[in-house]
């Protein structure tokens, strides 16, 4: 698979990451962990080198699933991963709150390191900017830590503009790590300009629109209670419903192209710029193979003009957050 830079260190990953957070969080099931450890050694096989985790996914198993998989490997990965949470004492999911003091990054990374069975941890992002601690000290924290040599790259998720230009000034931020996808366009308006301008990579989340660009979900499918998506307003039975005229439009898109609903979202996504590296997110080996397929999948400025053109005529309904999760963001 084609290899993409990150931020101006020059982190060099495939063009498409693996999400692993819906392995064992945020979807409801927690799956079988030798059917995930093969996974992720499939997608090395096929040419992923970028995985993608985070402290609070589980909270900590996530992390151990992705050692477990990828420590016997280190030197054929990229190990991305995130701190920035107050876990609850029984180790439940979910949250008590954001911590990005300085001494409680340092405390994260290094339960991170021994949890993964790792030596450094490749990207070390902000998972949400937290505004009782600034964020030159967050990135002086992150910067000891390279120092130390525990961390190799710093990153940041869901910052705004300013934030982002005060971390780069004090550590050079390599990613962000925000949420952008054919429904979720935001990043375009000041994002992704600061960004180009200020040499940073863009890896964005959830670009399968947490599975329903895919075109495999409607207004019928069963949403269980653990499932994070049942939270979210843009995945109420009314929204989903709504919102099939989007997908419908992205499968006629994807019919003309000889390619699936998923592989246009993703190509589309790579064909914005060449420093952007989507992570899409699967626990099944068909559709990580189907996603890879984006990688090869080109789609000329007609066609990005063509579905730009049809996508903009299309209303999403429905927030893709609920406002006490969508005020953690853009700060
Ligand atoms: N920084 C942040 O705040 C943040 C937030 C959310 C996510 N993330 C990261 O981003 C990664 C991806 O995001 P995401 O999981 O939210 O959303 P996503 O990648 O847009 O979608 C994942 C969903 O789509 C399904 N799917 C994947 N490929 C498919 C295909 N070809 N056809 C049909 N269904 C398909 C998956 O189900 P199956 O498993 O059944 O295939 C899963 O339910 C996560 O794993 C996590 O590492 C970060």
């Not at 919102?243 to 592989?263: C, E, M, R, W």
């Not at 992570?279 to 397929?293: A, C, M, V």
């Not at 000329?300 to 609920?322: H, K, M, Q, T, W």
Request: with cysteine; hydrophobic share 40%; aromatic share 6%.
């Amino acid at each position: 698979m084609e290899k993409r830079k990150l931020g101006r260190g020059n982190l060099e990953v495939s063009a498409l990451g693996l999400g692993c957070m819906g392995m064992s969080f945020s979807y409801g099931v927690v799956h079988d962990e030798n059917e995930m450890i093969s996974l992720m050694h499939k997608a090395v096989d096929l040419g992923v080198n970028f995985f993608d985790t985070a402290e609070v996914y589980g909270p900590f198993t996530n992390e151990v699933l992705v050692g477990k998989a990828l420590a016997p490997i280190r030197d054929k990965v990229v190990i991305a991963t995130k701190f920035g949470f107050n876990m609850k004492p029984d180790g439940s999911p979910g949250w008590l709150g954001l911590n990005s003091r300085p001494e409680h990054i340092k405390l994260v990374a290094d339960a991170s390191l021994k949890r993964m069975n790792i030596e450094s941890i490749d990207l070390f992002y902000q998972h949400r900017v937290d505004p009782d601690v600034p964020i030159e000290d967050v990135a002086g924290a992150v910067k000891d830590l390279i120092q130390a040599g525990k961390v190799k790259h710093f990153g940041l998720s869901e910052a705004g503009a300013q934030t982002i230009r005060r971390a780069h000034a004090v550590q050079p931020v390599t990613a962000l790590q925000s949420e952008y996808s054919l429904w979720w366009r935001k990043p375009e308006a000041e994002i992704l300009p600061t960004l180009e301008e200020l040499g940073i990579g863009m890896v964005p989340y959830s670009p399968l629109g947490k599975g329903f660009l895919t075109g495999k979900m409607d207004d019928t499918t069963e949403l269980g209670k653990t499932d994070f998506r049942s939270q979210l307003p843009r995945f109420s039975t009314e929204a989903r419903k709504a919102n099939q005229s989007f997908v419908n439009l992205l499968g006629d898109i994807a019919k003309q192209k000889g390619a699936t609903p998923a592989q246009i979202a993703l190509a589309w996504l790579l064909a914005q710029k060449p420093w952007i590296v989507p992570i899409p997110g699967t626990t099944k080996l068909s559709r990580l193979e189907e996603n890879i397929g984006a990688a090869s999948l080109k789609l000329s400025v007609a066609d990005l003009a063509e579905i730009n053109d049809a996508i903009s005529r299309v209303p999403v309904e429905g927030d893709r957050y609920p406002e006490h999760l969508e005020k953690m963001t853009g700060r």
